[in-house]
């Protein structure tokens, strides 16, 4: 995309919108960058954003998350919709995310033509993987996906910045995992909409359906409203459930739409991304050299302790 | 610590830098709730800081960093060193962190008084925790404790920012796990000054060694010195090896003073911390009602796509 030639920009953002599949990816890849080119993008495919729904699966690993989304996106596949994936990674090594790409290769979906696959993961850049994944899932919503999906692997903040950013969110639990009291514990089942008992076919699934259940009685409604999230049995491998499962989701959709959830979340999303745009221009104009040269002048006196970074802050903001 | 009476601050403050249980664990939980007198009380303390060594203890989960934080922590007091260890986990709760205050309890440092030990996880509120325990380690700092430990699951970006706040950094491995294979296509191969095969009485432990070093080998040099990290082989459970950790972490303490990297590390952290001051100020200030006003005007033309996020955040610094 080179930005000397509006002409050829033009005719990429129209291959994009369009839905060919080497644009999308190669959209993703300058916002992956973050090229100076990102942000013109995004800026002019916004008008044709806003139609797809999306739908967050999370869970911890070894959930069968990877299976599931795949059968999800054959199911919508059936009925003729088209499918984006985004298998977002944030962790670091010790949980295999970057044996993700060569995972993700293997599943069906991959070779279906309405199915764009894409996965992101750290690979040691780190930052800003959250507002990444959610600029991509505006590319293949702008490209005319009607479904986009993002996959996380749900131990930490970045996975639960992308499940607020989803319209529906999927909690994947196994049987034997005890997972469920966990989940409760650090607030995951407040972002839950609907629950997959994954692998039901294991001894103990309806036990810790039984017991889910049990638990989901004591959360808190979600922003005041009615939803209680279904606890849907699958087993990924047979893709048993997956009906389903996508029942749940459209349940779910039809209530946020009906109760107006959907619009405030929505909302909610453009609002925060306005605060961070401002943000990136209040610091943009800030900086000036000579700002920066003060600081370099002072930061000896700041390891002495004779200045605090406190005083240092304050006197360049008051002068500003 | 009541805004109204700047006696009662005053008091405090002396209990606190006489390091007071009670008053470092108070001051913590006003930097945890982000209370108003927070930022006060840091900026009171910082002429204090920085004559604390910092560690970082970091690695999968099951690599036993707990109990290798505990007997390292114990080496410490047996040479009349005092120690405050954080044991910091962001994770969602599908890694355990929830239950680390638990299992921190039953340690036997926590029952010796030179130790202070305080749990910091993100109980569903999320956000900030680095930089959270950040200013923890600056308490314990000012409070007059010799070792600051960070001790860390390893396994997202909040986990390598508080490596990177840390003077050494210790990788904890196990010989089982094949991590370093793992460590290295993540980048955490670059954040390890020191590393520990712990459990190295198990099957292979030899082998994992071998494997680790010749990895290291290709280690891109740390800032363009000479560091060669070194591998100590430790058996926590039964204290093997503590001493050679303990003296590896010296050496490294030593290298760092001697090159100067001690102190250009420590410079890079407080230029951040004015950034992000300044960051928050330049906030602070520029948001009037007024401007809140304007996003909330144009939000429903944002919702309806005739305007874009990137037009109303133009709109708003333009006239600002």
Redesign the interface.
């Known amino acids: 995309m080179p930005a000397e030639s509006s002409n050829t920009f033009d005719i990429f953002l129209e291959r994009l919108l369009s839905g060919e599949k080497r644009a999308i990816s190669r959209a993703i890849t300058e916002v992956e960058d973050e090229t100076p080119q990102a942000?013109q993008l995004?800026?002019k495919i916004?008008?044709?954003?806003?139609t797809a729904f999306r739908i967050g699966i999370t869970?911890?690993?070894g959930a069968g998350k990877s299976t599931l989304t795949n059968e999800l996106a054959l199911h919508y596949r059936k009925q003729n919709l088209s499918v984006g994936i985004l298998a977002v990674d944030?962790?670091?090594?010790?949980?295999?995310?970057?044996l993700l790409g060569d995972r993700i290769r293997m599943q069906p979906a991959a070779l279906d033509d309405g199915v764009f696959i894409r996965s992101m993961a750290?690979?040691?850049s780190?930052?800003g993987l959250s507002k990444k994944a959610k600029d991509a899932a505006d590319i293949l919503d702008a490209a005319g996906k009607d479904i986009v999906i993002f996959e996380t692997v749900?131990?930490?903040?970045?996975?639960?910045d992308i499940a607020q950013a989803a319209d529906t969110t999927v909690v994947v639990l196994v049987p034997e995992?005890g997972?469920a009291v966990?989940?409760?514990?650090?607030?995951?089942m407040?972002i839950a909409d609907v629950f997959v008992m994954n692998k039901s076919d294991r001894d103990g699934a309806n036990q810790a359906v039984t017991a889910l259940k049990a638990i989901l009685q004591f959360r808190v409604t979600h922003e005041g409203t009615e939803w209680i999230p279904p606890v849907v049995k699958t087993i990924g491998t047979s893709s048993n459930g997956i009906g389903d499962l996508a029942a749940a989701i459209e349940e779910h959709r039809k209530f946020e739409a009906a109760t107006g959830v959907l619009?405030s979340a929505?909302?909610k999303q453009?609002?925060e991304?306005?605060?961070e745009?401002?943000?990136?221009?209040?610091?943009a104009?800030?900086w000036t050299g000579e700002r920066e040269q003060y600081?370099e002048q002072n930061?000896g006196e700041?390891?002495n302790?004779n200045l605090?970074?406190?005083d240092?802050?304050?006197k360049?903001?008051r002068s500003g």
């Open positions: 942000e995004l800026r916004f008008p044709k954003t806003g869970g911890p690993p944030p962790t670091s090594p010790f949980t295999g995310g970057a750290t690979r040691g780190l930052g749900g131990v930490g903040q970045s996975e639960l995992s997972d966990q989940a409760m514990k650090a607030g995951l407040e619009r929505r909302t453009l609002r991304r306005i605060y745009l401002v943000n990136e221009h209040l610091n104009n800030f600081i930061i700041v390891m302790r605090s970074p406190y240092v802050a304050e360049l903001t």
